[in-house]
Each structure stands twice: as C-alpha cells, then as structure tokens.
C-alpha cells in the first residue's frame, strides 16, 4: 500500500532555510509525477512545486527561485529544498504523488504533513 511521510519541518526566522523529505514506501517515485502542497489556516491548498520522472519541474509563482524540489530514485524520496522564507511561508506542507508518469489528474496519494513556520 502507498504510503507517504514528511519530515523536517520546523521552526525557522525569515531569510532561513529548511529542507523537506518525503519517503514513499509502496510505490517507486521514478514512475510517476510528484509534487508539494501547502496550506496555511483558512486559506486554499496550493500546489508549489512538482516533478516528473524526467526531473522536470514546475513551480507556483510564489516560492518560484526560493525552493527546489528534487528526488532521489534510488532512496525513493522526494525533497523540497527551502531558501529565503518568509513569514507567508508558514504552512502545512504535504507531499503527494499522482498515478501517472506526467504532472496532471487527480492527486491520489499524500503525506500526512510537516509544518513549517517562519518568524520575522
């Protein structure tokens, strides 16, 4: 069975940095498009970053040149590298992964969350 876990949230000042894992147990994350979401309390879920099998990848306008998402095959783990935060950063972030080789379709698999947040 699918199964994702996040780590490595935490508490961190602006301008700091934090690098997110997820380790995925039941499915390879070579064969499908993975990505990050992220929900702060009383607004909309928000996909941030994704990547495809080919390591293609594509970002919201809002983290765009501050977070890197990568992956590593062989380790089955998907990573979200966190640069410059910002207050506004401050989130539920969750990861998830799609049954299909490329970015698009229902979201049918997700991570339970880490939380981050980011003080000024």
């Known amino acids: 069975q699918v199964q994702l876990v996040e780590s490595g949230g935490g508490s961190v000042q602006a301008g700091g940095s934090l690098r997110l894992s997820c380790v995925i147990s039941?499915?390879?994350?070579?064969?499908?498009?993975m990505g990050w979401f992220r929900q702060a309390p009383g607004k909309e879920r928000e996909r941030i970053a994704v990547?495809?099998?080919?390591?293609?990848?594509g970002y919201a306008d809002s983290v765009k040149a501050r977070f890197t998402i990568s992956k590593d095959n062989a380790k089955n783990t998907l990573y979200l590298q966190m640069n410059s935060l910002k207050p506004e950063d401050t989130a539920m972030y969750y990861c998830?992964?799609?049954?299909?080789?490329?970015?698009?379709?229902?979201?049918?698999?997700w991570g339970q969350g880490t939380q981050v947040t980011v003080s000024s």
């Open positions: 998830a992964a799609l049954n299909r080789p490329w970015c698009s379709g229902t979201w049918p698999y």
């Open positions: 039941g499915y390879a994350v070579s064969q499908s498009c």
């Open positions: 990547i495809d099998s080919r390591d293609s990848t």
